[in-house]
């Protein structure tokens, strides 16, 4: 297996955005990426884009011609990703494996959603669920959340005051990202005084529904030099299971798909949640950040919400957490995020996240959940080869 190297990245802002359609913001994000490696399109060599469902948001199916098609990369090889929310990490994933094999040299890692055509996008995205066992009788996403919130302050005490943090944390760092959908600060009183959704979890618990996109570009990490001088490094990239009814699980406060494949990802890469100097989680609502901080080893089972509290997950805090805003505030285009979440440490890395900059990172981790955690997908970035 040959090591693969990320040389150009880009994200399209995330938000409402009426004035760009999905294939504008899908090939505005390609050609970014392609323009950030110093390459051009006679350069690529295939294509992976992470979506959920342009089907159901969009009635369009067939995607992947559409895009090589208007980015007019003809007859560029492009395929389809879909793992619900994951759909972007095992985009990115697909892309690595095609260059690690040598099936493959420079290859375009990508995402897109436009969610904001439809009247209700509930619907939609409930789709992400057991249909039988939970989307028809009723179950949405934030009340699948809620339970899953529930049960974690049940076990261990976690407050609605500790689970705001999560949200207040994204919206700080969110408030430095010019690409972010909402670039507002928020307090804890703001969270806990909006309205219920699903309760325990309100309005400012929740990510919002957004549209955009995010690409990558990898190629073998021997060529990476030619493209770039800053190239970033892939350590490890790992995927799990589990099952896709909340029901069926052992566990409501842990995602087993992510302790393991993160436990994977840290063995491949050599390194322990110590080394992380920013991780990107799927804080699709705020009790997930927590589950995140917990699974990934970062604070032990039960300690997150007080780790929170404390301010441990601020960017000069112990692990910076979401320096991008995460979901919360960066937005939450369910096939782009976990490109997104990709690109945002790539920028840690490199030194270029401006005003949201960890000072000195140098290793990097995401997070990327599809569902409830029914998919899992790692990946550990390094400025060091
Ligand atoms: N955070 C902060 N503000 C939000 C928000 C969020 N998550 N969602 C909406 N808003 C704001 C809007 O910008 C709007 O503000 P404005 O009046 O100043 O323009 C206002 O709240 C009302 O927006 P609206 O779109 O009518 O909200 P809604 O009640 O229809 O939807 C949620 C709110 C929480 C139900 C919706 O954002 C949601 O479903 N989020 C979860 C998405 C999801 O499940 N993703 C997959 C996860 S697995």
């Given at each position: 297996m040959r090591d693969v190297a990320i040389v150009g990245v880009s994200q399209t802002k995330f938000g409402e955005l009426w004035d760009k359609s999905f294939r504008d913001l899908i090939v505005e994000a390609g050609l970014k990426s392609i323009q950030d490696a110093n390459m051009s399109g006679e350069d690529i060599d295939s294509i992976y884009v992470g979506n959920m469902s342009a089907g159901l948001f969009?009635?369009?199916?067939?995607?992947a011609p559409l895009i090589a098609d208007h980015a007019g990369l003809n007859p560029v090889p492009c395929a389809r990703v879909e793992a619900a929310c994951a759909s972007g990490g095992l985009a990115l994933r697909q892309g690595i494996m095609a260059v690690a094999s040598g099936y493959y040299d420079n290859v375009i890692a990508a995402g897109v959603e436009k969610m904001t055509d439809i009247v209700d996008a509930t619907p939609a995205i409930a789709a992400a669920s057991d249909q039988e066992w939970e989307a028809q009788q009723g179950i949405t996403f934030p009340a699948l959340y809620a339970m899953m919130a529930k049960r974690h302050m049940y076990e261990y005490g976690t407050t609605s005051e500790q689970l705001a943090q999560m949200a207040v944390n994204g919206h700080e760092n969110g408030s430095k990202n010019?690409?972010?959908?909402f670039q507002n600060k928020i307090t804890t009183d703001q969270v806990l005084r909006s309205g219920k959704v699903a309760d325990p979890l309100r309005l400012l618990d929740c990510s919002p529904v957004s549209d955009g996109a995010a690409s990558i570009m990898l190629c073998p990490a021997e060529d990476a030099k030619k493209y770039t001088d800053t190239p970033i490094y892939i350590k490890a990239s790992t995927q799990a299971s589990d099952t896709i009814a909340l029901h069926s699980r052992k566990s409501l406060t842990t995602i087993e798909s992510t302790v393991t494949a993160a436990k994977k990802a840290y063995d491949i890469a050599k390194v322990?949640?110590?080394?992380?100097?920013a991780v990107e989680v799927h804080d699709c609502f705020t009790i997930n950040g927590l589950l995140a901080i917990e699974d990934l080893g970062f604070f032990k089972k039960g300690e997150g919400g007080k780790a929170l509290e404390d301010g441990e997950?601020?960017?000069?805090?112990?692990i910076a957490v979401n320096p991008s805003g995460g979901l919360k505030a960066r937005g939450h285009p369910l096939g782009a995020t976990g490109i997104a979440q990709a690109a945002e440490i790539v920028w840690q890395l490199r030194g270029?996240?401006?005003?949201r900059q960890v000072d000195g990172a140098s290793i990097g981790m995401t997070q990327n959940i599809g569902g409830t955690g029914g998919t899992a997908a790692i990946h550990i970035f390094s400025r060091d080869q």
């Open positions: 969009l009635d369009q199916e067939h995607i010019p690409l972010a959908q322990t949640p110590k080394d992380i100097d997950t601020k960017i000069d805090g112990k270029e996240a401006g005003k």
